[in-house]
């Protein structure tokens, strides 16, 4: 069993940014796969950002590349996301995810946190 919890959400203006951690405990976190997802309202669970388990790759959704950076720290067993020129429609409910693979924590990832709020205000 992975637990997951997220901390970071909050208001924020356009343009702004925010970080968002996520704090593992339970398994091995270094054995994980970890991502980030969002849901908006009226929305779908929509992928965000994956990053394999040494760090050494990274995966974005193509609205988010560019403005979003994933990133971890094993000997801390906290993965980070951080968001620059937020924008209005960035607006979520974010979810850390883990899973073994990296293939699979993109789509349906085992472990689910239990989500924080970002909110962007134009």
């Known amino acids: 069993q992975v637990r997951l919890v997220e901390s970071g959400g909050g208001l924020v203006q356009a343009g702004g940014s925010l970080n968002l951690s996520c704090a593992a405990s339970g398994r091995t976190f270094f054995d994980y796969a970890m991502g980030w997802f969002r849901q908006a309202p009226g929305k779908e669970r929509e992928f965000v950002a994956a990053?394999?388990?040494?760090?050494?790759?990274?995966y974005y959704a193509n609205s988010v590349k560019g403005r979003f950076t994933i990133s971890r720290d094993n000997a801390k067993n906290t993965v980070y996301l951080s968001m620059i020129v937020l924008r209005s429609e960035d607006t979520a409910v974010y979810y850390c995810?883990?899973?073994?693979?990296?293939?699979?924590?993109?789509?349906?990832?085992?472990?689910w946190g239990q989500g924080t709020q970002v909110t962007v205000s134009s």
């Open positions: 995810a883990a899973d073994r693979s990296p293939t699979v924590v993109v789509s349906r990832p085992q472990y």
């Open positions: 990053i394999t388990w040494s760090g050494g790759s990274t």
